[in-house]
T-cell receptor, first 118, second 112 residues
Framework: AQTVTQSQPEMSVQEAETVTLSCTYD???????LFWYKQPPSRQMILVIR??????QNATENRFSVNFQKAAKSFSLKISDSQLGDAAMYFC???????????????FGEGTQLTVNP | ETGVTQTPRHLVMGMTNKKSLKCEQH?????MYWYKQSAKKPLELMFV???????ENNSVPSRFSPECPNSSHLFLHLHTLQPEDSALYLC???????????FGSGTRLTVV
C-alpha cells in the first residue's frame, strides 16, 4: 500500500522569507502523481502544485516549487517570499497514474501547519 | 466557490438521529469521493464513485451509507453515529482518469 509521510507537524516562517515543507512517500509503482494541497481556515482544499513522476523537471508555480527526488521518494515544497495568506495546513498527496482505472484515489499525509509571522 | 458545493456546512446530531450530507458538482466530472478528516490524522478515503457506481468502500462502518443518484450528486446518509465520528467530511470530484481533484468546503459534523 502507498503511504505518505509528513514529518513536520508545524512550521513557521517570517514574511518574505523562504520555507521548505518535507514529504516522503512509499510506493512500488513507477507511474504516479504527487501533489501539495493547501487548506486554509475556510477548510477548502486548494491544489498548490502537482508533479508527474515521469518528469524529471521539478514543477514550479509562481512562488511555489518542489524538489522531487524520485529515487529517494522525497517530494518537498518550497515557498519563496512567504506571504501572510500562505498560512494554512499543507498536505502532501499521492495517486497512481491516471491510466489506471483504480488510480483515482488520493492518499494524503498528516499535514504541516504553516504559520507566517509578520 | 470551487464548483463543488457541500451542505450543510455545520451539523450537530445526536447518536440516535438520522441525517444526510449532500454534495453537488456541475463541473462535468464523473468521479466523486467522500473523505473524513479528523484532527491530527491524515484524510481518510471513505467511498469512491465512478460513473455513479461505487468502486471503493474503505472498510467504512455501515452507519455511513453513501448514495450517488447521478454523476452530479453524492449523499452520505448517517444513522446511529458515535461521538468518534465527529469530524470534517469532505467531498471531492474529478474525471475518472484525470489527476485533478476539486474539493468542497466540507461539513463539520459533531455527534453528541
Amino acid at each position: 500500500a502507498q503511504t505518505v509521510t509528513q514529518s513536520q507537524p508545524e512550521m513557521s516562517v517570517q514574511e518574505a522569507e523562504t520555507v521548505t515543507l518535507s514529504c516522503t512517500y512509499d510506493t512500488s509503482e513507477s507511474d504516479y502523481y504527487l501533489f501539495w494541497y493547501k487548506q486554509p481556515p475556510s477548510r477548502q482544499m486548494i491544489l498548490v502544485i502537482r508533479q508527474e513522476a515521469y518528469k524529471q523537471q521539478n514543477a514550479t508555480e509562481n512562488r511555489f516549487s518542489v524538489n522531487f527526488q524520485k529515487a529517494a521518494k522525497s517530494f518537498s515544497l518550497k515557498i519563496s517570499d512567504s506571504q501572510l495568506g500562505d498560512a494554512a495546513m499543507y498536505f502532501c498527496a499521492y495517486r497512481l497514474g491516471a491510466g489506471e482505472t483504480s488510480g483515482s484515489r488520493l492518499t494524503f499525509g498528516e499535514g504541516t501547519q504553516l504559520t507566517v509571522n509578520p | 466557490e470551487t464548483g463543488v458545493t457541500q451542505t450543510p456546512r455545520h451539523l450537530v446530531m445526536g447518536m440516535t438521529n438520522k441525517k444526510s450530507l449532500k454534495c453537488e458538482q456541475h463541473l462535468g466530472h464523473n468521479a466523486m469521493y467522500w473523505y473524513k478528516q479528523s484532527a491530527k490524522k491524515p484524510l481518510e478515503l471513505m467511498f469512491v464513485y465512478n460513473f455513479k457506481e461505487q468502486t471503493e468502500n474503505n472498510s467504512v462502518p455501515s452507519r455511513f451509507s453513501p448514495e450517488c443518484p447521478n454523476s452530479s450528486h453524492l449523499f452520505l446518509h448517517l444513522h446511529t453515529l458515535q461521538p468518534e465520528d465527529s469530524a470534517l467530511y469532505l467531498c471531492a470530484s474529478s474525471q475518472v482518469r484525470d489527476y485533478g481533484y476539486t474539493f468542497g468546503s466540507g461539513t463539520r459534523l459533531t455527534v453528541v
